[in-house]
């Protein structure tokens, strides 16, 4: 698993006065690309030939003032507290076969890509004093594109398959908890998270008395995407200070999937 962390714990931050820029910032931003490709091939009497690509990837990316110990304080200006987590995964995995015999042919294919992980922003145990907004940002993208085909042909009989298979089970979490909160801007904890997959497998055979072939797509998407505002040691308090009443206040999750094949 690989760990991209940002974090401020069991510090305060003291900017004096709210009218300058000074700002706070806490960001974790993390991006994999991932290409394979591979193929097999046979000329034979009689042949058996496979492709076969695997991607496995574990990511977990945290951004967060917290204070475990004790209650610390947060001041800034007019640019503000932001703590942001932001992952990108991006794989795009190739496998092809193919046989050519003179008495029988088997050719088989597998793409598989499995992805997990979390993104998670989050403010705990915190006073905090913003001349500017306060913001707790997730953001988390995957998009895969898998390709698994197989071609067969024996003079006798033909038999091939292909089969491409993901999954994708990422947490995406933005967070306040227990957090006294006063800004002149707008308090902001939004959390998104977007999965897609592009998948296709196909098969063709051939045979001089029989062929077999068939393929298979699965697509799996799982996981939580929260957007909150909560309770911990302490109850959380957005704008209470009459100095500092705020503009907005907004807790949003967004989740958008989708999987294609064919």
């Known amino acids: 698993t690989d760990l991209t962390e940002a974090a401020i714990s069991d510090s305060s931050i003291n900017i004096v006065g709210s009218t300058g820029s000074a700002g706070t910032f806490v960001r974790a931003h993390q991006s994999t690309s991932v290409t394979n490709s591979g193929g097999a091939e046979g000329l034979t009497g009689l042949g058996v030939v496979g492709g076969f690509d695997t991607t496995l990837v574990r990511n977990t990316t945290h951004a967060s003032i917290n204070n475990p110990t004790a209650i610390k304080t947060v001041q800034a200006g007019t640019g503000g507290v932001e703590v942001s987590a932001w992952t990108q995964e991006m794989v795009s995995s190739k496998t092809a076969s193919a046989s050519l015999s003179f008495i029988g042919g088997a050719a088989g294919a597998v793409s598989a890509v499995d992805i997990q992980g979390e993104t998670t922003a989050t403010i705990s145990a915190a006073d905090v004093t913003s001349g500017g907004s306060v913001r707790v940002l997730a953001t988390d993208i995957v998009q895969v594109i898998t390709r698994a085909g197989a071609l067969s042909v024996g003079g006798i009989a033909g038999a091939g398959g292909s089969i491409d298979f993901v999954t994708i089970a990422r947490d995406t979490k933005a967070r306040m908890i227990g957090v006294h909160s006063n800004a002149l801007g707008s308090t902001e904890v939004t959390a998104y998270s977007q999965a897609l997959i592009d998948g296709?497998?196909?098969?063709?055979?051939?045979?001089?008395?029989?062929?077999?072939?068939?393929?298979?797509?699965?697509?799996?998407?799982?996981?939580?995407?929260?957007?909150?505002?909560?309770?911990?040691?302490?109850?959380?308090?957005?704008?209470?200070?009459?100095?500092?009443?705020g503009t907005d206040r907004s807790e949003e999750h967004t989740s958008e999937l989708q999987s294609l094949a064919y």
Do not use: F, K, W
């Open 200 to 245: 296709s497998a196909g098969t063709a055979g051939g045979g001089g008395i029989a062929a077999v072939v068939g393929s298979a797509v699965v697509h799996l998407i799982e996981g939580s995407t929260e957007a909150a505002i909560t309770s911990g040691s302490r109850p959380s308090l957005i704008n209470q200070d009459a100095d500092h009443p």
